[in-house]
Structure formats: structure tokens, C-alpha cells
Nanobody
Framework: QVQLVESGGRLVQAGGSLRLSCAAS????????VGWFRQAPEKAREFVGR????????YYADSVKGRFTISRDYAQNTVYLQMIKLKAEDTAVYYC???????????WGQGTKVTVSS
């Protein structure tokens, strides 16, 4: 019903910036929230932040507050994750996810890899 495709991941130097995109298609009118998650090698998946699909309100994990910003282009069905002041510990595969409720992430993208060198 909903398809998500992430893009924008690459190698970046510590202290640098990067913007990831999550393009949604299908029945996007059924979505309530879009979240960003990340998973580092041999680590558990970690919540990064989320945005209300229609209203645009956001919530972030403490580890990224002040450095990461989630936004959306509602007309283009695209959600962005703007990352600044990147650290080595930000290295991970980043995923976007969406669903009909605040905690219901039914649809997931394939992920995009971010590597921060130091």
C-alpha cells in the first residue's frame, strides 16, 4: 500500500553535513507519522526521530537533538533528515518508516548507508 525509498547516504567527514531523503508512494493519505531509524554494525536498531505526516510536528531522540532536523514536502510525498555536525557514532544504515499511527510503523524502506569518517 505504501512504498518508501531512502536516498542520500554516503561517506562524509566528521563535522560535516548530509541530507537524507525518504520518498513515499502509494496510499500516503493513510499515514500519520514518518519516522527515521538507524542501525550501526552489530548494534540494535535505534530510533532517531519522527514527523507528523500532515501537521509537520517533530520529535527527536536525545542523541540527535540540536543536530538533526526532520522536515517534509507534503506535496512531493517526501520526508527529509537533515544532519549537521556529524560524529563517528552517527555511522549507520538509516531507514525511514511510516504507518497509520504514532507508533505503528508498518512500512519500511530498504535503508541508506551513512559513514562518518574521523
Amino acid at each position: 500500500q505504501v512504498q518508501l525509498v531512502e536516498s542520500g547516504g554516503r561517506l562524509v567527514q566528521a563535522g560535516g553535513s548530509l541530507r537524507l531523503s525518504c520518498a513515499a508512494s502509494g496510499r500516503t493519505s493513510s499515514l500519520f507519522a514518518v519516522g527515521w531509524f538507524r542501525q550501526a554494525p552489530e548494534k540494535a536498531r535505534e530510533f532517531v526521530g519522527r514527523i507528523n505526516w500532515s501537521a509537520g510536528s517533530t520529535y527527536y531522540a536525545d542523541s540527535v537533538k540540536g543536530r538533526f532536523t526532520i522536515s517534509r514536502d507534503y506535496a512531493q510525498n517526501t520526508v527529509y533528515l537533515q544532519m549537521i555536525k556529524l560524529k563517528a557514532e552517527d555511522t549507520a544504515v538509516y531507514y525511514c518508516a511510516a504507518g497509520p499511527g504514532q507508533y505503528d510503523y508498518l512500512y519500511w524502506g530498504q535503508g541508506t548507508k551513512v559513514t562518518v569518517s574521523s
